[in-house]
């Protein structure tokens, strides 16, 4: 999809330090990005650089830009374009800022905001993970075809994105979270406070009883590898814990949306650790009054990045059971299934990949 459309498409990295402006054709950066700290503290000046931004980006084209389309940390009305709220990176924003018209009223071309893991998980779904997965099923002479994919980010904070049936689902009020769920270890608390860059940290600090504002999700990493001095067992404990917690909250997902699941964002590097887990959690099983056994997740779920796992996905449990009456058979498959996945493209060129495709698709709609 869009992959060898000839319109450019300008996108912006909008991070709470910089701002990394760039543009698209055909789901490629045609050019090279250029970057200024976002002065996310002075509105004026967070503004003002923005448009500096782009129209450097415009005078960079061989062609008019058809949108300018990207995501925002934080809270908003995206489909109006204003942003507002409790924004820790953007303290101008948080009384309200109507990005989207003023932007729309300085280059005269349309603009589309949305949410970070709105767009991740919607450049997965028609560019990346979901395009792929269904791509080696028919190659593997599957015959389903998966249109329902949860995207999830694991960094600073637990951020999702959620399409459905090829629809990038914004729900009715641009608020498709998933930070907010209870934390299972203590649901007294939010859900991210156990799966974040912090709970890794504080976690492997509660552990050890050496609190160190200095470690990293990375030097926890090299410490549960080996490479750093440190305590093995509590760096893998503390990812392990990441994976729990994380595994709930793709639980409930998954059989509320019967989605499959991409995973993206810095601490996936970590994955060894974190998979074992969250995989574990996704897999296990609740209990009725009575005492029946009932599957946490109702459809099975695979690894797939796993190539042995992935090949029992793509085969399932098929049978031929008679038609009632007749001397025929028709071919069933009981087997509900679903899985994770690895983002190959990384979180950065998801988020830009489904910006860009967003805002074609708006385009062609209004055409």
Known sequence: ????????VITLDAGGTNFVFCAMRGCKFIIDPVTYPSNSHDLDL???????????????????PVAISFAFPGPADYRAGIIGGYLPNFPSFRDGVALGPFL??????????????????????????????????????????????LGYTFGTGLGIGSVINGQLNLGNNSCVET??????????????????????????????????????????YLIAEGEKPGDPEAAKKAFELFGEIAG????????????????????TGAMKYIKPALLREMRSTLLTVTGETVNRVQPRVFDLDDELEFAKFVVGDPQEIPVYGTDTTVTYDPM???GIILSKLGASQAISAG???YALTELDKEA
């Not at 999809?1 to 450019?8: C, E, G, L, S």
């Not at 709930?248 to 601490?267: K, P, Q």
């Open 1 to 8: 999809m869009y992959r060898t459309d000839n319109r450019t």
């Open 46 to 64: 967070c503004l003002a650089t923005m448009v500096k931004g782009f129209r450097e980006v415009i005078d960079k084209l061989d062609e008019k």
């Open 179 to 220: 930070f907010c769920l209870r934390n299972k270890r203590d649901t007294s608390i939010i859900l991210e406070e156990g799966a974040s860059i912090r709970a890794i940290k504080r976690e492997y600090a509660r552990l050890t009883g050496v609190e160190s504002t200095d470690l990293t999700p990375y030097d926890i």
């Open 248 to 267: 709930d909250a793709f639980a409930t997902a998954v059989t509320l949306t019967d989605s499959l699941v991409v995973i993206g964002g810095g601490l």
């Open 336 to 338: 509900k299934r679903t």
């Open 104 to 149: 729309r009223n300085t280059f005269g071309i349309p603009v589309y905001i949305n949410n970070d893991g709105d767009l991740f998980a919607f450049g997965e779904a028609t560019i990346g993970a979901l395009n792929d997965i269904n791509t080696r099923i028919q190659e593997l002479g599957g015959k389903r075809r998966y249109t329902n994919l």
């Open 355 to 357: 910006a860009y495709v």
